[in-house]
């Protein structure tokens, strides 16, 4: 497609259940990064994939959290035992290009977001 | 440690008027800056960027920034405001150099409301 597209774009999940979240970046865009948006803040950095290769995970808030991208194009985020304070929008960005290039414009995608009660 | 402040969170201006939100940054080196706008329920937009040359960057929509690199800011700027420009307004920072990580450190938003 023309642009980032995520799923689902709502989920609520009762807390201790393991949600997934995934994205589809755009076509042959190399970069793709997870952030997370908690209400009335900016995005925080969750994890950076170069290709397939996970080459940043230095963001992820603890070990429930774990994020793949085993071909190099679809991600998903995986949020196991959910809890309260992971209630958020989580955003899902690709850039065509690799981490620190000044070329490296985001595209974002519209965000799954998500409601642990 | 916070490395980008938007020290507003709600910038309000009259249709037609000039409009300005602020960004200050604190990263050591020569920084990448970005500006990118969040309209409801969409994803967050690339307006424009700085990283390196003239201090005066033009982006989309009319909308403009300048690096100021002794006051350590990066505002943004459109001459005349449009009711369409309501939205909310993050700016970012990359530290310039290679072992800084990858992560895009965005300001915690600030809203435009653009009244007719």
């Known amino acids: 497609g023309a642009g980032v597209s995520q799923s689902p774009r709502y989920k609520v999940a009762k807390r201790g259940q393991d949600v997934a979240l995934r994205c589809d970046p755009i076509?042959?865009?190399?970069?793709l990064f997870w952030y997370q948006q908690a209400l009335g803040q900016g995005p925080e950095f969750l994890t950076y994939f170069q290709n397939e290769a996970q080459l940043d995970k230095s963001g992820l808030p603890s070990d429930r959290f774990f994020a793949e991208r085993p071909e190099g194009s679809v991600s998903t985020l995986k949020i196991q035992r959910t809890q309260q304070e992971d209630s958020a929008v989580y955003l899902c960005?690709?850039?065509?290009?690799?981490?620190?290039?000044?070329?490296?414009?985001?595209?974002f995608g519209a965000g799954s977001r998500l409601t642990v009660l | 440690a916070q490395s980008v402040a938007q020290p507003e969170d709600q910038v309000n201006v009259a249709e037609g008027n000039p409009l300005t939100v602020k960004c200050t940054y604190s990263?050591?080196?020569?920084?990448?800056l970005f500006w990118y706008v969040q309209y409801p329920n969409r994803g967050l937009q690339f307006l424009l960027k700085?990283?390196?040359?003239?201090?005066l960057v033009k982006g989309s929509y009319g909308f403009e920034a300048e690096f100021n690199k002794s006051q350590t800011s990066f505002h943004l700027k459109k001459p005349s405001a449009l009711v369409s420009d309501s939205a909310l307004y993050f700016c970012a920072v990359i530290p310039g150099w290679s072992n800084s990580g990858y992560a895009l450190n965005f300001g915690k938003g600030t809203s435009l409301l653009v009244t007719p």
């Open positions: 076509s042959g865009h190399v970069s």
């Open positions: 990263v050591s080196g020569n920084p990448y």
């Open positions: 700085y990283i390196t040359g003239d201090n």
């Open positions: 960005a690709s850039s065509l290009f690799e981490g620190k290039s000044g070329a490296n414009v985001l595209t």
